[in-house]
C-alpha cells in the first residue's frame, strides 16, 4: 500500500508561482512513476504531468507545458510540480498519484487527498 500526501497549495495571484510537493509512504518509491492529476470545479479530473523512475523521463499535458516542471527526489519519497506564470484556469484541486510502472499518463494505482490550487485574476 502506497500512501501520499500533498502538500504546497494556496491562493496566488495570475503569474504567480507555487511548488506542490507529494511525499510517499513506500520502501520501494524510485519504482513507482508518479503523476500530477488535476479537478476543476464541475470538470473531470486530468492528468498534468508525470515523471519516470528515474526522473530521465516526463510528459505534460500540452496546457502547462512550458509553464510547470516536475520533479522527483528518490531520497526523500517525494515528488514535485514547480508551477509558473500560473492562470486562473490553473485553479483545481490538485491530486498526486503513483503508479506500478515506469511511466503513464492514465493508469496510476495510488492516489492522494489533494491540495486546493486557487489562482485569482
Known amino acids: 500500500q502506497v500512501q501520499l500526501v500533498e502538500s504546497g497549495g494556496g491562493l496566488v495571484q495570475a503569474g504567480g508561482s507555487l511548488r506542490l510537493s507529494c511525499a510517499a509512504s513506500?520502501?520501494?518509491?524510485?519504482?513507482?512513476?508518479m503523476g500530477w492529476f488535476r479537478q476543476a470545479p464541475g470538470k473531470e479530473r486530468e492528468f498534468v504531468a508525470a515523471i519516470s523512475w528515474s526522473g530521465g523521463n516526463t510528459r505534460y499535458t500540452e496546457a502547462v507545458k512550458g509553464r510547470f516542471t516536475i520533479s522527483r527526489d528518490n531520497a526523500k519519497n517525494t515528488v514535485y510540480l514547480q508551477m509558473n506564470s500560473l492562470k486562473p484556469e490553473d485553479t483545481a484541486v490538485y491530486y498526486c498519484?503513483?503508479?506500478?510502472?515506469?511511466?503513464?499518463?492514465?493508469?496510476?494505482?495510488?492516489w492522494g487527498q489533494g491540495t486546493q490550487v486557487t489562482v485569482s485574476s
Open positions: 498519484a503513483a503508479a506500478r510502472t515506469i511511466i503513464t499518463t492514465t493508469d496510476y494505482d495510488y
Open positions: 513506500v520502501r520501494t518509491f524510485l519504482r513507482y512513476g
